[in-house]
């Protein structure tokens, strides 16, 4: 897994709630075997006027002007501004996936949807919950500033604006120490493996009928 | 010691180390189905991993597998990327191995959630995971059932463990009697009304109270299958009688000796008294209506005898937006009836309400009747093919095909539209699914999540009706 460490990144604004795992990368997707390659399709619905399937070229497809991905002030933008519930819905990680592959290392929202929140550190990710007054200042100096950038300091736990106002925010310990460090889930439950043996031969005979 | 709740008991009996407060917890089963699994069995390979306990898990096809055509086998599967999807998870079962394995056309085939519980393969006192958000399903067993990520099914199946936090305990209680026509669709509906898409974001559920004590498994399933649509990664209920007799018999239950001392075990699985929880809701059963989704939300919900809301009434601005957004692309006004609202499609399908009980109710209401001429389409899309076989065996399919709908092999199909059955931008469903997202049943779709016997109404009055008039 890719290191997280800090970030000076464009700030794209989404300024929608509940914002659905079908909506970043909706379903006809889901067919791929690979787990790359989803950043041109995050957003589908929302980013092109016609219809995607897997296996088209993107770049012939017609954008959707409106939506605030396209705009030309916005591109290269690495830290996404979202709303409440960012991320409901399925357990797809193909959301995360889309978002990493198409640029994004940071998702800062009030709050998040729990599986979503989760896949986002799987993958490099940084997923930021910030109370909603501040999200919302956020958005309104954001909008009003073109190429606004936010400095994220993992170690610090800290987002400053352009301005030098400094937001903390908080981070699980575990998940905080994997991202800075890149380090694989596995790997690091691997180094437990004498104790899932011992817990697993405990369990069966305490409830043999779980393996029979 | 202190009282627990179930979610405590279920929890703190699979901890294999806790540092910090993440614990690694211990994984009973794990259900495998082909779209979210391919990544993760290729991480594997890729590590020169196995599985550390092939015996837990079990698999079927269901997301990507078509509900006709089946007489052409593997090229009935028109769509050549979905083929492929499932014809890897073929042979990545093959090459892994699995405790049992429903593929595509097996008679055992069917939603994931629908399979694990009827096989038996889903216990109680069990932690069951899949790649898949509705795996809180399975929580009706008294189990904790959790959907998880690719990384995390790769994850379970390398080490047999989930990196886990301990979440908050809820209670949802609902205590009453159900009126006529009232299910638990309806309850679950009503819940998510009341506490939000969000409301139970960093909880576990325990549902509780008389009125889910006299819900069959079938309807406690229903129930826990929505609570992540609540934003709870777990339902659950307590075991009883009901679960017990549920499970006995099917073919991957306990046998003869082990079966006592399981019953023994499982009854233990409830919630002590005095035991505190972090948050309670509830609710009268009877005041519970029909519930109907006007919005792109499974929270945008009213009963039937209500209107669409009016957004000028919200003085919240972000959820002034959402409603505005939601009327918008649902193409509906401010305080139509519910009662008013055509619809051009009908589904009665999806690992929601999908079982036998539910097209028992759907066909109750069918019968004699004609869909209206203005529906274009009824699906019935039965949950697995033991659901088909006894639904057949009962003769609902005939109920069904006279009455106009169409009778189809089992499979998620238009829950999420990734076959062929979906619907086409602009038209307007009445389904039993679960989400009512934008776009979910097809682009451009419209879907309002009702329970199998108002869908039914629905498809017979050609618009949404309370079934209780009927
Ligand atoms: S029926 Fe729908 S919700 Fe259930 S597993 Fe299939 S796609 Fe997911």
Redo the contacts between chains.
């Keep these: 897994m890719q290191a997280f460490n800090t970030l000076n990144g464009l700030v794209v604004p989404l300024d929608r709630a509940n914002v659905d795992t079908d909506a970043i990368i909706p379903k006809q997707f889901l067919k791929s075997i690979k787990r790359s390659g989803f950043g041109p399709n995050a957003f589908d619905e929302w980013r092109y006027l016609d219809h995607g399937e897997p296996g088209m070229d993107n770049s012939k497809r017609q954008l959707n002007p409106d939506f605030v991905l396209n705009k030309s002030r916005y591109q290269g933008a690495s830290v996404l501004l979202a709303r409440e519930n960012f991320g409901c819905g399925s357990s797809r990680e193909h959301a995360p996936w889309a978002l990493e592959d198409y640029g994004f290392r940071v998702i800062i929202a009030p709050s998040f949807a729990d599986i979503f929140f989760n896949n986002c550190f799987k993958n490099g990710m940084l997923p930021i919950v910030l109370d909603a007054a501040s999200v919302d200042h956020l958005f309104k100096e954001c909008e009003a500033t073109e190429g606004y950038q936010l400095k994220i300091a993992l170690q610090e736990q800290t987002i400053t604006t352009p301005g030098g106002q400094v937001f903390k925010f908080d981070v699980d310990a575990f998940r905080k120490h994997c991202l800075l460090n890149g380090l694989d889930d596995i790997g690091l439950t691997m180094q437990h493996q004498d104790k899932i043996k011992a817990f697993e031969a405990q369990h069966q005979k305490a409830q043999p009928w779980l393996f029979n | 010691m202190s009282a627990k709740t179930l979610y405590d008991k279920l929890f703190d009996s699979h901890v294999?180390?806790e540092?910090?407060g993440?614990a690694?917890i211990?994984i009973?089963r794990h259900l495998v189905h082909e779209?979210?699994s391919?990544?993760a069995f290729?991480g594997l390979r890729l590590?020169g991993?196995k599985p550390?306990?092939k015996?837990s898990i079990v698999a079927t096809a269901d997301?990507?597998t078509p509900t006709n055509g089946w007489e052409k086998g593997l090229d009935g599967i028109a769509?050549p990327?979905?083929r492929?999807?499932i014809e890897?998870l073929d042979s990545n079962i093959k090459e892994f191995g699995a405790k049992a394995y429903f593929p595509f056309m097996d008679k055992g085939q069917g939603i994931v959630h629908v399979m694990g519980p009827e096989q038996g393969a889903t216990?109680p006192?069990?932690t069951v995971v899949c790649?898949?958000?509705h795996?809180s399903t399975h929580g009706a067993f008294g189990a904790l059932a959790h959907?998880?990520?690719?990384?995390?099914v790769?994850?379970v199946m390398?080490?047999?463990?989930l990196?886990q936090?301990k979440s908050k305990a809820m209670l949802v209680r609902v205590d009453g009697k159900l009126g006529r026509g009232v299910t638990a669709k309806d309850i679950a509906l009503a819940i998510i009304g009341k506490i939000g898409?969000?409301g139970g974001?960093?909880y576990a559920i325990e549902f509780g109270g008389s009125a889910i004590r006299a819900l069959s498994m079938e309807g406690r399933m229903t129930l826990c299958n929505m609570a992540i649509e609540a934003?709870?990664?777990a339902g659950m209920v307590a075991v009883d009688d009901t679960t017990i007799d549920y499970i006995k018999g099917r073919p991957?239950a306990?046998k003869a000796d082990?079966?006592d001392?399981?019953v023994n075990?499982w009854r233990t699985l409830v919630s002590d008294d005095g035991a505190k929880f972090d948050s309670t809701v509830t609710l009268q059963a009877e005041q519970i209506q029909p519930q109907v989704t006007w919005g792109t939300?499974p929270e945008m919900v009213v009963g039937i005898d209500g209107v669409v809301p009016d957004p000028t009434k919200e003085v919240d601005a972000?959820?002034r937006?959402?409603m505005e957004?939601a009327l918008q692309y649902m193409d509906l006004k401010a305080n139509t009836p519910m009662s008013a609202i055509a619809i051009d499609k009908v589904f009665i399908g999806s690992c929601t309400n999908s079982r036998i009980e539910d097209l028992r109710a759907a066909a109750l209401v069918a019968k004699g009747k004609k869909v209206a001429a203005n529906v274009k389409l009824a699906l019935v899309v039965p949950g697995s093919g033991l659901v088909k076989a006894q639904a057949e065996a009962e003769g609902l399919d005939k109920i069904f095909k006279e009455a106009g709908f169409e009778w189809r092999e089992p499979g998620c199909s238009m829950c999420?539209?990734?076959n062929a059955d979906r619907l086409s931008p602009g038209e307007r469903c009445a389904s039993t699914s679960n989400?009512n997202?934008?776009?979910?049943q097809g682009?451009g779709g419209r879907t309002h999540l009702v329970s199998p016997e108002m869908a039914a109404a629905a498809a017979v009055a050609g618009h949404f009706v309370d079934v209780r008039s009927l």
Aim: with cysteine; proline share 3%.
């Design positions: 294999v180390t540092e910090n993440t690694l211990y009973d779209v979210t391919p990544q290729e590590a991993r550390w306990r015996d997301h990507n769509d990327i979905a492929i999807q890897t216990l006192g069990m790649g898949d958000s795996t959907g998880i990520g690719t990384s995390e790769e994850h390398a080490t047999q463990c990196v936090k898409t969000a974001t960093g934003g709870a990664r991957y306990p082990q079966w001392a399981a075990y939300s972000t959820k937006g959402s957004r999420l539209a990734m989400r997202f934008e776009g979910r682009q």
